[in-house]
């Protein structure tokens, strides 16, 4: 499925999700997922390509393989399909700008008129541990912000990160980002970055997180604007992680809402729900709605959705709210995180 923005004035954006039927090889169904790719963008330009699969030790070799024609910066993540599929597709695409594409420093530039966009990731690791490896993500995405004049604190808007074996190596994670934004002078007080913090295996098997990066340069500080709900959701750090609830991008012509991971919480931070995944996926929702309505958007406004679950058996219950509470015309996929 596919969506898109359009102004009168501006670039056209293309938000796409889907998932691959499964077919005779997976070789198969990963040209299947990049001739899509490339349909559903029409004359659009790929930006960033993420793949959800099933085994990722396996599978990315493949997808690394297939995938590169794709010419745009790809990720692979071991998150498998609640439908039972090997492979779900998320992917941004653009129809214009100028595009400096390095594959073996794993980013992308997009030049604007006004602005640039930078998406990029980091594909092999030399630490080991949930700690050091986080912070080996982090000094990567400082270096390359450093060499476009950029720092983690003016410029990373969004991040997306992935833990194998989140209920033990989540902690190394937390602390060592928690040591790098003091270091970078991001705190409660000034501010940290927009995130996605989950469950996903990477490939070789002893690397515990990886993580994604977009970044922006040539805007002033006052168009950020950092998301909160405080009468549905508390602040990260009352139960000591370090990022925003979302980040909102005003731009001439439209806004860019990049919403963090959302979990079922309330207003001191506590689980809602226990034991009823329907509640909670409507309190999901709900918290969703309240942070897009405290800054001038709608859930309307979404383009683009990745849904996860820590139990796919929870997959038809969760999917029914799903149907009833989003916008019918939102392309999305559920994965296991």
Same mark, same amino acid.
């Given at each position: ?45 790929? !930006? ?7 085994? !990722? ?8 393989? &297939?995938? #590169? ?6 990720? *692979? ?80 808007? #969004? ?15 937390? *602390? ?16 940290? $970055? ?9 490939? /070789?098997?002893? #690397? ?41 991008? &005003? ?19 506590? &689980?809602?729900? &226990? ?13 969703? $709605? ?21 139990? /796919?058996?929870?997959?038809?219950? !969760? ?5 009833? #509470?989003? /916008? ?10």
């Amino acid at each position: 499925m596919k969506s898109i923005f359009k102004s009168d004035v501006g670039l056209r954006e293309s938000f796409l999700a889907f998932s691959v039927e499964r077919k005779g090889s997976f070789r198969e169904e990963a040209e299947e997922a990049v001739r899509r790719l490339l349909e559903e963008a029409g004359g659009d330009m790929l !930006v960033f390509v993420r793949f959800h699969v099933s085994d !990722v030790s396996n599978q990315q070799p493949i997808l690394e393989e &297939v995938a #590169r024609r794709l010419g745009c910066l790809i990720a *692979v993540v071991g998150q498998a399909p609640t439908n039972r599929s090997h492979l779900a597709v998320e992917a941004y695409a653009l129809s214009g700008g100028i595009v400096a594409y390095c594959e073996a420093e794993s980013r992308i530039r997009i030049l604007l008129d006004n602005y640039e966009l930078l998406y990029f990731n980091k594909s092999e690791l030399a630490s080991t541990g949930s700690h050091d490896q986080m912070n080996e993500e982090f000094l990567h995405a400082q270096r390359i912000l450093g060499e476009f004049g950029g720092t983690i604190k003016s410029n990373l808007q #969004r991040t997306w990160i992935y833990c194998r074996d989140i209920d033990n190596n989540y902690e190394g994670l937390v *602390v060592a980002r928690r040591e790098l934004f003091e270091q970078q002078g991001l705190n409660q007080e000034t501010h940290y $970055i927009a995130s996605t913090g989950i469950e996903g295996m990477s490939h /070789p098997w002893d #690397r515990l997180v990886r993580m994604d990066g977009f970044a922006l340069f040539g805007h002033q500080q006052e168009q950020i604007d950092y998301m909160s709900a405080p009468d549905n959701l508390s602040p990260t750090h009352l139960y000591g992680v370090t990022f925003e609830r979302g980040t909102r991008i &005003v731009f001439g012509d439209r806004s860019k809402f990049y919403v963090s991971g959302t979990a079922s919480i309330d207003c001191e931070g506590k &689980v809602m729900h &226990v034991q009823d995944v329907a509640k909670q996926t409507h309190r999901v929702v709900d918290n969703v $709605i309240a942070l897009m309505e405290r800054h001038c958007g709608a859930l309307s406004d979404l383009k683009q959705a990745v849904v996860y679950l820590r139990d /796919p058996a929870d997959s038809d219950v !969760v999917e029914s709210v799903l149907r009833e #509470r989003l /916008p019918q015309s939102l392309p999305r996929i559920m994965v296991y995180g």
